[in-house]
């Protein structure tokens, strides 16, 4: 399974980004995984932002950007998305989607797979 961030970049306080994850493999099937965003800001840890269920009909995330952040997904084109919108400088951080198995997890060390990252920079 291989996963491809993009659609970071850098953009102005209050500004908005869709983050995308293409996911593709040998004999993967897009819709038994459950799609996770993470994010590692400059010398913190990475943290869980959002996740949604295999079907697209069952989310999480984090307190902080509950209304700020929404994921998505789209079966037919094996895509996951992160829109952020209202973006603010803690939101500065590198961007990572992840993939497991059916059930999302909001813990890092539970998905088997991982994109290499899209940089997210926020200038005020």
């Known amino acids: 399974v291989q996963l491809q961030a993009s659609g970071g970049g850098l953009v102005q306080a209050g500004g908005s980004l869709r983050l995308s994850c293409a996911a593709s493999?040998?004999?993967?099937?897009?819709?038994?995984?459950?799609m996770g965003w993470f994010r590692q800001a400059p010398g913190k840890e990475r943290e869980f932002v959002a996740a949604?269920?295999?079907?697209?009909?069952?989310?999480d995330a984090t307190d902080s950007v509950k209304g700020q952040f929404t994921i998505s997904r789209d079966n037919t084109k094996n895509m996951a998305y992160l829109q952020i919108n209202n973006l603010k400088n803690e939101d500065t951080a590198l961007y990572y989607c992840?993939?497991?198995?059916?059930?999302?997890?909001?813990?890092?060390?539970?998905?088997?797979?991982w994109g290499q990252g899209t940089l997210v920079t926020v200038s005020s």
């Open positions: 949604i269920n295999s079907r697209g009909d069952k989310l």
């Open positions: 493999g040998r004999a993967f099937t897009f819709g038994a995984y459950a």
């Open positions: 992840a993939a497991r198995k059916w059930w999302y997890s909001s813990k890092a060390e539970e998905y088997n797979y």
